[in-house]
């Protein structure tokens, strides 16, 4: 299969390189970029890409839509394999663990020390938690783009008329328990109203889940080596409970898995009460709800904590010097304060640039939607994201356990030992190569 | 699949070259081969190159310490995967579940709407009208419709006071939903089979069917369904290849979930290939998959057509 489409992908690049004549000296760059939730983000992007051409008359980047998060990932490396790799990739922060253990992105520690900085001082502007996913091995091989924290949504009608202060969402679980009991409707057998609502499909599923075990004191993963997951674990036994108790137990929330966008469309039409959704699908809420909401931060159990999401941009191995310096000037005019901050209101993901903050239009985009400052100082509890060899696969093991537990197939005990042993299985050959390669053992 | 029937012309027409080269070896080979360099060219990039490297894959192991030959290792690791043998079962059910009521669906609409008319000939063009639809863009459709508590078939049930399902996220009902945006896809395409296999039947056997006083159900059962039996053996085997090759709305509905229960064998092998970067697997799980196709196409046209050519 992949040698087919290698060689299809050879033909393609080929026909191009012919039929394309070069622009006098501009370099042709791509960016590949994920829509990874609700909006108009692609459009938004072609403005953004657009307005860097025309600053920039020696550089010519194409934006080139590439999915979702788990897409990208595919559509990259098959770009590597082809011999065509983008000059840049906004590529979710987790995988950038997998890439650079498999060696397919580069670190880009030289192109900072060529504009005269030391990595500190350039990561310094970012925000320190986004830089665990980001500084892999002390060498830096992503810059932050947009990212994100799981945020509660809550519909400040449904809460007046159940007798709830909307102005004082849930903070415990045992509040949360309550509140979706009390939010809950039902005529008869069927449930009209749910009182709370997550995300379980692939990706999604496997980043609330850990938003719900840090919540209770878990850590999900080894943040210093890629080849230990902690899925068996008392933290994400009663994580898992959780939510299989709101399911089973309180029916407060609706079985079998449930996609993102089924989850933000049923909030939207006012059948589910709470939401706990990324904080990137705050403006597309905002600019479609009909009725006033409110956000919170994820309610805990144990400690207030929450992984961070969204996405950093990276450069593929294998780039030539004059597309890797095209690249790095677009990765840096990306980042950027006035940009991250465009980025930010436009989308609803916070700005990973500290500096975008203390803009003027920042501050006062914040004054009219105090629900965009929620999300940025849940930052102050948030924590690096869930990344290891195969980072896809060792995830899909728990959210197929996750699914299986909320369609009542399988008891949270069981699932969790299920999954563990899949994902251990999945990471043998990198625990072999690295903490079980021993001196003597050859 | 277009390829391996374009090839049969190909290799009947160089058959009496060769004949012809056991004679005058040079001029009688060159220009059949000549002419049948472009074809010749892209199957062995296209087609058969492939199928090389697929078995060469096969056999060996890409691990982080390079590639080696195991032999069956791969199988053996293929047949002892929990997930793979899920996945066979589902395209085993998924098959069986697609293929029996869209060729029972073709045929009812066939038989009602063989013959002239306004009203057949537009209720032709509105049953084939799925069959235009690409099966990505009909899977983002039906993805609306299965919306739990807000989508199309949620919100009518609703109005009927019956509660919906969540037809996609649950494991016992996403591979039926599947099926059933796959019948709605294909029936309207086996039908024109069927239509042209009604219309190759001679009015003289009707005929002498009527004169007998046969039945409608008798016509039925005894002219008009053996005088299809051909049809039936080509349209199942279509059918058949469909339910493996396509899974095109499996990406866009389930990506395999939830807990597997979509897991088709070619989402398992992209898997495999894609996601796990294991080649080897994925190869070997290719060629289980087309081995097992290979076989059942053989054994329908076989039955399909045997009788046929015995008579």
């Given at each position: 299969?992949?040698s087919?489409?290698k060689?299809a992908a050879?033909a393609?690049v080929?026909?191009a ?12 760059i791509?960016l590949f ?9 692609a459009?938004?992007?072609?403005g953004l890409?657009k ?12 934006p080139?839509?590439?999915?979702s ?9 098959a770009?590597?394999k082809?011999g ?10 987790n995988?950038?663990t997998d890439l650079s253990i498999?060696?397919e992105?580069a670190?880009m520690?030289?192109?900072i020390a060529k504009d005269?900085k030391t990595p500190?001082?350039?990561m310094g502007?970012?925000?320190?938690a986004?830089?665990?996913?980001a500084v892999?091995d ?8 947009h ?14 008329e ?5 102005d004082?969402?849930p903070?415990?679980?045992?509040e949360?328990?309550?509140?979706a009991?009390t ?9 009209t109203r ?6 379980s499909?692939y990706d999604y599923g496997?980043?609330i889940?850990?938003a719900?075990?840090m919540s209770?004191g878990g850590?999900y993963?080894?943040e210093d080596?890629?080849?230990e ?21 309180a029916?407060?929330?609706?079985a079998?898995e ?5 989850v933000?469309g ?11 959704i990324s904080?990137g ?6 600019d479609?709800a009909k009725f006033?909401?409110?956000?919170a931060?994820v309610?805990?159990n144990?400690?207030?904590?929450v992984?961070i999401?969204?996405a950093s941009l ?6 030539s010097p ?6 790095w000037?677009l990765i ?6 006035e940009?991250?901050g465009?980025?930010?209101r ?6 990973p640039n500290k500096?975008a903050?203390?803009?003027p239009?920042m ?11 929620i ?7 948030a924590?690096?994201w ?7 696969p060792?995830?899909k093991a728990?959210?197929?356990e996750l699914?299986a537990?909320l369609?009542g197939?399988?008891q ?10 899949a ?7 990198y625990?072999?190569d ?6 003597g053992a050859? | 699949m277009?390829?391996v029937?374009d090839?049969?012309?190909a290799a009947?027409v160089a058959e009496?070259?060769v ?6 070896p040079?001029a009688?080979l060159l220009?059949?081969l000549?002419?049948l360099?472009p074809?010749l060219?892209?199957?062995?990039l296209?087609?058969?190159?492939p199928?090389?490297e697929v ?6 192991a890409v691990t ?8 069956l290792a791969?199988?053996?690791?293929l047949f002892a ?5 899920r996945a066979l079962?589902n395209?085993?059910?998924?098959a ?10 073709a045929l009812a609409?066939?038989l009602?709407?063989n013959?002239?008319?306004?009203v ?5 063009a509105?049953?084939f ?13 039906f993805?609306?419709?299965f919306?739990p ?6 919100h009518h049930?609703?109005?009927?006071g019956?509660?919906g399902?969540?037809?996609l996220?649950?494991?016992d009902l996403?591979?039926s939903a599947i099926t059933v945006?796959?019948?709605w ?5 086996y ?8 219309q ?14 046969a ?6 059962r005894?002219v008009?369904?053996?005088?299809l ?5 080509f349209?199942g ?5 469909n339910?493996v090759?396509q899974?095109?709305?499996v990406?866009?509905?389930t990506?395999g979930?939830?807990s597997d ?5 070619l989402f398992?092998?992209y898997e495999?290939?894609?996601?796990r970067?294991?080649?080897?697997r ?7 998959t087309l081995g097992l196709l ?9 039955r399909g057509q045997?009788p046929e050519?015995?008579?």
């Amino acid at each position: 299969m992949i040698s087919w489409w290698k060689g299809a992908a050879f033909a393609l690049v080929a026909a191009a390189g012919l039929a394309a004549p070069r622009a006098a000296h501009a370099t042709d760059i791509e960016l590949f970029f994920p829509v990874p939730v609700d909006g108009a983000l692609a459009r938004n992007m072609s403005g953004l890409i657009k307005e860097f051409n025309d600053s920039h008359p020696d550089i010519k980047a194409t934006p080139v839509f590439t999915g979702s998060y788990d897409d990208t990932l595919l559509k990259t490396r098959a770009a590597i394999k082809a011999g065509k790799p983008p000059a840049a990739v906004i590529m979710s922060a987790n995988f950038l663990t997998d890439l650079s253990i498999e060696r397919e992105i580069a670190p880009m520690d030289d192109l900072i020390a060529k504009d005269g900085k030391t990595p500190d001082a350039f990561m310094g502007q970012f925000f320190p938690a986004l830089l665990p996913n980001a500084v892999i091995d002390r060498q830096v091989y992503g810059v932050p783009f947009h990212n994100s924290t799981p945020l509660l949504y809550i519909n400040a009608d449904h809460f007046k008329e159940a007798g709830l202060d909307p102005d004082k969402p849930p903070r415990t679980w045992a509040e949360l328990y309550d509140a979706a009991r009390t939010l809950t409707k039902r005529e008869g057998d069927r449930t009209t109203r749910w009182g709370l609502m997550m995300p379980s499909n692939y990706d999604y599923g496997g980043w609330i889940l850990e938003a719900l075990t840090m919540s209770n004191g878990g850590r999900y993963y080894n943040e210093d080596y890629g080849g230990e997951v902690y899925y068996d674990t008392p933290t994400m036994l009663g994580a898992l409970t959780f939510w299989s108790d709101l399911v089973h137990k309180a029916k407060v929330h609706p079985a079998g898995e449930q996609k993102g966008p089924a989850v933000t469309g049923a909030f939207l039409a006012g059948q589910a009460s709470m939401m706990i959704i990324s904080t990137g699908s705050l403006t597309f809420i905002r600019d479609t709800a009909k009725f006033p909401f409110k956000v919170a931060f994820v309610p805990m159990n144990v400690r207030q904590a929450v992984p961070i999401g969204g996405a950093s941009l990276v450069q593929p191995t294998g780039l030539s010097p004059e597309k890797r310096a095209a690249g790095w000037t677009l990765i840096q005019w990306l980042t950027s304060p006035e940009k991250s901050g465009w980025w930010s209101r436009a989308t609803g993901y916070f700005a990973p640039n500290k500096a975008a903050y203390d803009l003027p239009e920042m501050k006062a985009f914040l004054e009219k939607n105090p629900d965009a400052k929620i999300a940025v100082d849940q930052l102050a509890n948030a924590k690096p994201w869930f990344a290891t060899y195969r980072t896809v696969p060792v995830r899909k093991a728990i959210e197929d356990e996750l699914q299986a537990v909320l369609s009542g197939k399988r008891q949270p005990k069981e699932a969790l030992a299920a999954a563990q042993k899949a994902a251990d299985a999945l990471m043998r050959p990198y625990v072999e190569d690295t903490a079980l390669r021993l001196p003597g053992a050859e | 699949m277009t390829h391996v029937l374009d090839s049969i012309p190909a290799a009947s027409v160089a058959e009496p070259s060769v004949a012809r080269a056991a004679r005058r070896p040079r001029a009688g080979l060159l220009l059949p081969l000549a002419l049948l360099s472009p074809s010749l060219v892209f199957l062995a990039l296209f087609t058969y190159w492939p199928v090389v490297e697929v078995l060469w894959d096969a056999t060996h192991a890409v691990t982080r310490r390079g590639t080696r030959f195991v032999g069956l290792a791969n199988f053996a690791a293929l047949f002892a995967d929990p997930t793979f043998q899920r996945a066979l079962l589902n395209n085993a059910l998924y098959a069986l579940g697609t293929v029996v009521p869209s060729l029972i669906l073709a045929l009812a609409f066939a038989l009602a709407l063989n013959g002239a008319g306004r009203v057949r000939a537009l209720m032709r063009a509105v049953f084939f009208l799925p069959v235009m639809i690409p099966l990505v863009a009909a899977a983002a459709l039906f993805l609306f419709l299965f919306l739990p508590g807000i989508g199309l078939i949620d919100h009518h049930l609703a109005r009927l006071g019956l509660p919906g399902a969540n037809w996609l996220g649950d494991p016992d009902l996403a591979l039926s939903a599947i099926t059933v945006l796959t019948v709605w896809k294909n029936a309207g395409y086996y039908m024109l089979f069927i239509l042209a296999g009604l219309q190759a039947i001679p009015d003289e056997a009707r005929e002498a069917a009527l004169l007998d006083g046969a039945g409608p159900w008798q016509r039925l059962r005894f002219v008009t369904l053996p005088a299809l039996r051909p049809t039936f053996a080509f349209v199942g085997v279509i059918a058949l290849l469909n339910a493996v090759t396509q899974v095109d709305h499996v990406f866009v509905l389930t990506k395999g979930g939830p807990s597997d229960a979509t897991k088709l064998l070619l989402f398992y092998i992209y898997e495999q290939a894609a996601e796990r970067y294991d080649a080897g697997r994925a190869a070997a799980a290719t060629v289980v998959t087309l081995g097992l196709l290979a076989a059942l196409t053989a054994v329908s046209l076989a039955r399909g057509q045997g009788p046929e050519a015995a008579r």
